[in-house]
Structures are given as structure tokens and as C-alpha cells.
């Protein structure tokens, strides 16, 4: 069974950073694409970054300035170091692991980010 542990969300004011981690296990062989997603209320679901086991990354253009996505392959792990936050950036951030021999797709249980004016 697999399970994406989320851990860093919290408070900070605006211009402040935050870094989340995700930690995997479970997985079978892929390979994997892991990421974030965040989720703020009346609003769909969005990517915020992706990367693959190579190293491939995709941002949303919201945040591709400020953001830095990142893994570790050997532990299952994907980071997401956010700077120059905004309270735009407040939202429950998704960790998420995406199959890419079979799609399927597996979520973390969210954590919340809320930036502060």
C-alpha cells in the first residue's frame, strides 16, 4: 500500500519561506513522477511542481520564480523549497506520486500553508 507522509507546512508572513517534504513508501517499480499540488477553497486542485526520477521539472508559471522542487531517489523523498511567499500561496499542499508505467495516482494527506500579510 502506498503512503505519502507530508511534513513543514505551517504559518509565515509574506516575503517568508517554508520548505515542504514528502516521504514515499510503497511504491513499486514505476517509474515515478512525485510533486506537489495545493488546493484552495472554490478553486480546482492545481500543479504547483513535478519532477521526475531524471531530474525533469515543470512549475506552475504562478510559481516557477520562487519555488524549487527536488528529490532524493534512494529515499523516496520530494521536497518543495517555497520563497518569496505570498498570501496568494495559501492553500493545503498535496504531496503526490503519479505512475508513469501504469497512471496511476496516489495523494498525501495535505498539510496547510497559510501566508500572512
Known amino acids: 500500500q502506498v503512503h505519502l507522509v507530508e511534513s513543514g507546512g505551517g504559518l509565515v508572513q509574506a516575503g517568508g519561506s517554508l520548505t515542504l517534504s514528502c516521504a514515499a513508501s510503497?511504491?513499486?517499480?514505476?517509474?515515478?513522477?512525485l510533486g506537489w499540488y495545493r488546493h484552495t477553497p472554490g478553486k480546482q486542485r492545481e500543479l504547483v511542481a513535478s519532477?521526475?526520477?531524471?531530474?525533469?521539472?515543470i512549475y506552475s508559471e504562478s510559481v516557477e520564480d520562487r519555488f524549487t522542487v527536488s528529490r532524493d531517489n534512494a529515499k523516496n523523498t520530494v521536497s518543495l523549497q517555497m520563497n518569496s511567499l505570498d498570501p496568494e500561496d495559501t492553500a493545503v499542499y498535496y504531496c503526490?506520486?503519479?505512475?508513469?508505467?501504469?497512471?496511476?495516482?496516489?495523494w498525501g494527506q495535505g498539510t496547510q500553508v497559510t501566508v500572512s500579510t
Open positions: 519532477i521526475t526520477e531524471g531530474g525533469f521539472t
Open positions: 503526490h506520486a503519479h505512475d508513469l508505467s501504469n497512471t496511476a495516482d496516489y
Open positions: 510503497g511504491l513499486s517499480s514505476g517509474p515515478y513522477a
